[in-house]
């Protein structure tokens, strides 16, 4: 084979001459946007998670409300973290694993777990200390607050009363909540009897009066009477509750009016919405439902009813093309518009707001953060804000983060007092927005000083007009999305009409079962941007919510879980072309290369390098804190995949060169560590887990901990043949592809079980929870490919059988998982509607609810709508393998498939009527196009196509 010693990727300079050709000659789109590439409302975002919009850059984020009096952006920047390297091993741990595989190998696995919790965990408490150990946690960067001008003033909420929601006596969960909920129900009645409360007043921000600690699980009510006058009611209707409610609902006058949401309300604002229709002259009732959810505190601390927001025309929407989110609307005659990106090219966001009359851009800009900052004046249009988090380590420093504002005014004048940016009578203001931490690791930026880094962003990007800024910015975002483009259509007018509703209301109609086929493009073209915005080359990879968090204590630390969610936001990656923003994951896992190979030491006596199933910014390759889910020593391979896929997809060698020392390692470790199982000779992984699930054994010992898992098995089959087939292809290495291949013939085999099932541990065992989200023993089936209803068509069924028993609703990314495995079994139908239900379950900006909003569904989502339109596994490109009836008419181009080639393709009435196959990469050209039924190899030297009409089975 040829060796390319080119760069992986198109030169940036042709990339961006098309693309700005394409901008150029892109006719504008109508009202609702191209239904396929935007997101759309017609009001405010009141959530974070649910439906603020996402911009970002790859480093740099940002989530836009489009609140109108305040709006609130929420900002991030991909190193922001707490914690710090220190050793997570355990001394000496290998010593006990001959006594914990002596147990495993007697059946005695509630022991073997028992004394895997107590010698075979990682030391410091691991993932366990969150943000405030240092294990550490993603957070936000913090926020930037515009509150706009207006005569009239809030009314701050500030006498309270509560009542705790009791259920003594009660000791039935399903009764005790009944019995809550009734509490509940009756506490936030309007004439109810306020006996016996407790009064809680507070005065700015502060309980002064009644503050009690309330810990988690803590419920309570609590009400506070409002008088308005009749001219109070025409000016006021925005209630705000921030910064420590929890879990609950906010009621106006008995009516429920919405959610105080649990994960996000990390701290931040948690409720704010316009009640004015709930609202009379006279007295009227705020009540809160207040559960304290995840950490001991306060009850709310702070709450206003603000100015009412009324306005015309409002439209808040975000163009995935352009990747750049706009508000706009009618107040008072005048038309506001403001937009929002964060540019790559100049690394800084960009905000702008303007107005259609001169003169009306007066507001109070600020910057801020839940804990440990500092803002300041920058000058004399500007804001610094400075901070560190914490690292866990009393003798360590923590991470130093800036945020740096400029504002550049056009009309008016801008002017800063304290903390607070003031703008006046502007025409258009800009502001920018720069970021950076002094984080070194294996990705980020890695600059020393974030002052100095920060304060050259912005004198740069201030040298350019916003029509710079904005076209340069679009030009580069496009040079990634336009990659692909895609179509989706069932030929029907309703389709067509719900198209062309705001997001959330081609939602609601998919909720009732309407079909909306160009809304699962939406999704597919909001994966790719949204990967396109989290992992740029160069910049950290996509965490557990890509670049967007919110908080200081993040779900899950926003860390790297390595036992499906990282792999699975990379899925889309190499099919739609975006080969180049995986990069950043191989960063990560070149750099557990040597913190892993002193894991493997510690814990196995093994040569080589392990990680288990999460990992962090700090190197962290240890097993878990817990032997229930933390012992699965086969992250580490499962990320090793991602190499060869890379290369598989592009077969570059310098890269294959790169990359399989690290496979090599990852292998050499398992060479070690199998052990054999003398009841069957096969070679099994010993301690370990299939992730995250629970069994029973026939004598009735419920464990986790087990040997030779099949996923384990399936992932071990796949690395030792990808270090076989790299070596190959690199002429090396000869005696240890032999020992592989010797070790690879023995791992224990995949398994039916009694219910004809996968079977998913080595033992036939019964599952506790039949419906566990994770379905990994199936792994051989997707992403790896040893199952296949063509190959193995026996396993195929009995991979049909696991996910019927597994059933479909699930989290967010099981359900995304399992649609990706229906693809390969080519059911369209099944593939699309478990995809549905993924997409009805997201939150109204489409962001996959695990819940909390969770990246991995997106992803996986994405990948699931490309492997319904194209497959490349076992040498074989498959043309429509699992096209839906919903979506019978479409045109994809662009799409990505192994071994070099990338495929466009046009179908009417559910046939392909043209499609295209050029080779990009592929030193042979040699390949096989299947569609239905039929398989044709084919010859396509690199750099041309073969084009397919009619029936693609006959190339022309
Ligand atoms: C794994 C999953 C959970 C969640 C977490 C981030 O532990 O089992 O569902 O997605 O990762």
């Known amino acids: 084979m040829e060796t390319r010693n080119s760069s992986r990727y198109k030169p940036l300079q042709v990339v961006l001459a098309v693309a700005a050709l394409v901008v150029a000659t892109m006719p504008a789109h109508a009202e609702s946007g191209d239904p396929a590439t935007t997101l759309w409302y017609s009001r405010p975002a009141q959530s974070w998670q649910r439906e603020a919009l996402p911009v970002g850059n790859g480093r740099l984020g940002a989530m836009i409300f489009g609140g109108v009096g305040h709006e609130r952006i929420a900002l991030n920047e991909d190193t922001v973290w707490s914690g710090s390297r220190v050793n997570w091993n355990r001394q000496g741990a290998s010593k006990n694993l001959p006594r914990i595989r002596e147990l495993l190998l007697a059946g005695k696995n509630a022991e073997a777990e028992k004394l895997v ?212 609307y009618e107040k008072d005659g005048v038309t506001y518009t403001r937009e929002a990106f964060a540019s790559a090219p100049e690394q800084v966001m960009v905000f702008r707001f303007t107005a259609n009359k001169p003169g009306k851009v007066s507001f109070t800009a600020s910057l801020d953060r839940l804990a440990s900052f500092q803002t300041q004046a920058d000058g004399t249009a500007g804001l610094l804000m400075t901070g560190q988090t914490s690292s866990g380590q009393s003798q360590v420093e ?162 790297y879980h390595i036992d499906i969610n990282v792999q699975m936001n990379y899925w889309p990656a190499e099919v739609t072309g975006l080969g180049d923003c995986h990069t950043p994951l191989f960063k990560l896992i070149e750099s557990l290369q040597k913190p892993g190979a002193e894991t493997a030491k510690e814990y196995y006596n093994a040569d080589g390098w392990v990680a288990h199933v999460i990992t962090n910014v700090w190197g962290f390759t240890a097993p878990g804190e817990q032997a229930g889910w933390g012992a699965t020593a086969t992250g580490s391979p499962w990320l090793c995949d991602h190499l060869w896929e890379h290369y598989d997809y592009h077969r570059d060698k310098e890269f294959l060169k790169w990359a399989y020392p690290i496979m090599k390692g990852s292998a050499e470790f398992f060479l070690d560590m199998l052990i054999t199982d003398p009841k069957t000779g096969w070679l099994v992984t010993a301690p370990s887990n299939s992730p995250e699930n629970t069994f029973k054994t026939p004598d009735g010992q419920v464990a986790r901990i087990c040997m030779g898992p099949t996923m384990d098995m399936q992932i071990l089959r796949e690395l030792f043949g990808n270090c076989i087939a790299a070596a190959k292809e690199l002429g090396i290495d000869e005696d240890f592809r032999e020992r592989l291949s010797a070790s690879r013939a023995k791992l224990a085999p995949n398994q039916i079980g009694r219910h004809g099932q996968i079977q998913e541990w080595l033992e036939d065992y019964e599952e506790t929870e039949l419906q566990h989200r994770h379905v990994s023993h199936l792994y051989g089936l997707h992403p790896y490919d040893e199952i296949t209803p063509e190959s193995t068509p026996e396993l195929a069924k009995a991979a049909r059988v696991t996910l019927e028993r597994r059933s479909d609703a699930s989290t967010g990314w099981s359900m995304a998982w399992k649609a990706n495995f229906w693809t390969r079994l080519h059911d369209g139908n099944r593939a699309h509607s478990l995809l549905t239900m993924l997409i009805k379950g997201g939150g109204r900006n489409l962001l996959c609810q695990h819940a909390p909003f969770q990246i991995d569904g997106n992803f996986g989502g994405t990948a699931a709508i490309a492997e319904m339109l194209l497959q490349s596994h076992g040498g074989v490109i498959r043309l429509l393998p699992a096209l839906p009836d919903a979506w019978p008419n479409g045109k994809v181009t662009g799409l990505r498939a192994r071994g070099g080639y990338e495929v466009d393709m046009e179908w009417r009435d559910g046939k392909v009527i043209h499609a295209t196959v050029r080779n990009v990469s592929s030193p042979d050209g040699e390949c096989v196009v299947r569609y239905g039924g039929v398989a044709k190899k084919i010859a396509v030297p690199k750099g041309e196509s073969r084009v397919f009409t009619g029936n693609a089975g006959a190339p022309k």
């Open 117 to 328: 919790n107590e010698t075979f965990t990682c030391v410091g408490g691991g993932s366990r200390g969150g943000a405030r150990g240092p294990w550490g946690c993603y957070q936000e960067l913090g926020n930037l607050h515009i509150v706009w001008d207006s005569d009239v003033e809030s009314i701050q909420l500030n006498e309270w009363k509560y009542k705790m929601i009791e259920t003594p006596g009660i000791d039935n969960i399903s009764q005790q909540r009944a019995e809550s909920e009734r509490q509940v129900g009756e506490a936030v009645k309007v004439g109810m009897d306020e006996t016996g409360w407790t009064d809680y007043v507070l005065d700015g921000g502060k309980a002064v009066k009644g503050a009690r600690v309330f810990k988690i699980g803590d419920r309570a009510v609590l009400r506070h009477h409002l008088k308005l006058t009749k001219e109070q009611l025409d000016r006021l209707g925005v209630l705000r509750v921030s910064p420590e409610a929890r879990n609950g609902r906010v009621f106006v006058n008995g009516n429920d009016v919405g959610w105080l949401a649990g994960w996000e309300s990390v701290g931040n604002e948690v409720f704010r919405g316009d009640v004015s229709r709930f609202l009379v002259a006279g007295e009227n009732v705020i009540a809160i439902d207040c559960m304290r959810y995840r950490q001991t505190g306060q009850l709310p601390l702070s709450a206003s009813l603000d100015p009412r927001e009324d306005t015309q025309r409002y439209r808040r929407s975000l163009d995935l093309r352009d990747a750049v989110a706009t508000v706009e």
């Open 398 to 559: 923590g991470l130093k983060f800036v945020a740096r504002l400029r504002a550049i005014h056009t009309g008016g004048k801008v002017s800063v007092t304290g903390d607070k940016l003031r703008a006046e009578s502007a025409d258009e203001l800009v502001l920018l927005v720069a970021a950076a931490t002094d984080y070194q690791g294996f990705a980020g930026r890695n600059t020393r000083d974030p002052v100095a880094a920060t304060a050259d962003d912005i004198a740069r990007a201030a040298g350019k007009s916003f029509a710079q800024l904005r076209s340069a910015h679009v030009t580069e975002h496009r040079s990634y999305f336009d990659r692909v483009s895609i179509r989706l259509d069932d030929g029907k007018e309703e389709s067509r009409t719900a198209a062309n509703l705001p997001t959330d209301e081609r939602l609601a109609v998919l909720a009732k079962g309407e079909s909306d086929p160009s809304l699962a493009a939406l999704y597919f073209n909001y994966g790719r941007y949204l990967l396109i915005n989290s992992s740029r080359p160069g910049c950290m990879p996509a965490n557990l919510q890509g670049i967007w968090a919110e908080g200081i204590q993040t779900p899950w630390n926003c860390d």
